[in-house]
């Protein structure tokens, strides 16, 4: 009689493979002008939960992709000093009076609130976004979506091609 072989978990999940129920993303955002303005950063995170501080159901609130905000950090590390004005959210709505799917953003930094990139400053601004059912019984829709953009904002040319899944809200 044989005995069964146990595997540790390690090696199971290694030929046996599984899947990240978490926020996953491709590209980065980049920001191109003087020091304090110059960063490549990936988002860390999205929601549909509005900043906007307007009541359940007003807001118009799309999307809003998140990032680190450096000054939780350590500050022994280089983050801080090489990117000093680093993004910390990017919101998203709908453009008022625009076609259906025009957006404008928000662009929040660590100095710097409420950058608006719309038409005006953007040659291109586009995000498409797609909703999926729950990944658990119990859990919210999850949105995948595609981000393009390249805006002239203050002192800082600004671009990004960003793809991502399993945003839950």
């Given amino acids: 009689m044989s005995r069964p072989v146990l595997l540790p978990l390690a090696v199971v999940l290694a030929f046996t493979g599984c899947q990240s129920e978490f926020f996953a993303e491709r590209g980065a955002m980049i920001s191109q002008g003087d020091y304090h303005h110059t960063w490549q950063w990936h988002p860390q995170g999205c929601t549909r939960d509005p900043f906007d501080a307007l009541p359940a159901g007003q807001s118009k609130s799309i999307l809003t992709l998140l990032w680190e905000d450096p000054g939780l950090r350590d500050s022994r590390l280089a983050y801080p000093n090489d990117a000093p004005d680093a993004p910390l959210r990017l919101e998203f709505q709908p453009a008022p009076g625009g076609s259906p799917g ?47 953009l390249d805006c002239r904002a203050g002192s800082s040319h600004l671009t990004a091609h960003i793809t991502f899944e399993r945003c839950e809200y």
């Fill in 102 to 148: 025009e957006v404008v953003a928000t662009l929040h930094t660590v100095h710097n609130a409420g950058i608006r990139l719309d038409s005006s400053v953007c040659s291109t601004l586009r995000l498409r976004t797609q909703e999926h059912p729950a990944l658990r019984p119990s859990g919210s829709p999850t949105l995948s979506g595609e981000l393009q």
